[in-house]
């Protein structure tokens, strides 16, 4: 299963793929799907930062896609970063998930960040699970602080410690 890194010409398949777990899953909080263009300025976005956007394929289309962002957006969490996988529904069960999540730590590791962080709404059992046999710990569960299809849902933060730095600035 190749993974490589995302060119702009991949964005409406991802767009693809993140408008169905819009639409039909509890995976992304939001009600609206998003456009080719939306996706574009997303990918401009992640590459601006030096953030990877990765994607898997089979027979030239694409399966899947992973990356991640700052986790807030102030200097002190600059070493800490959440991250988003998501799979077409046709490849899911394959390992794809497994595969790009697993390629996106060794990434954020070659950034030199010090924490994944993952969102995960907390009846996902599956990528509760996926997370957790990547060495993921849960350190929070919140709940009902969101909102989707007519019902409150609870979210669980997992994150994962990427390297044995004792300080910021790289000692250990």
Known sequence: MPIRFASKDDCAAIAEIYNHAV??????????TVDVDNRIAWYEARQFLGY???????NDTVTG?????????????????????YVHPEHQGKGLGR????????????CGKHV????????????????????FKTTAHMP????????????????LQLDDRLDPDGHR
Do not use: C
């Open 23 to 32: 639409l039909h899953t509890a995976a992304i909080w939001n009600d609206q």
């Open 52 to 58: 990877p956007v990765l994607v898997s394929e089979e």
């Open 65 to 85: 896609y992973a990356s991640f962002g700052d986790w807030r957006n102030f200097e002190g969490f600059r070493h800490t970063v959440e991250h988003s996988v």
């Open 99 to 110: 595969a790009l999540l697993s390629r996106l730590i060794d990434e954020a590791r070659a």
């Open 116 to 135: 994944m962080v993952a969102g995960i709404e907390s009846q996902n059992l599956a990528s509760l699970h996926l997370h957790e046999t990547l060495g």
């Open 144 to 159: 009902q602080v969101g909102t989707k299809f007519g019902r409150w849902l609870d979210l669980t933060f997992m994150q």
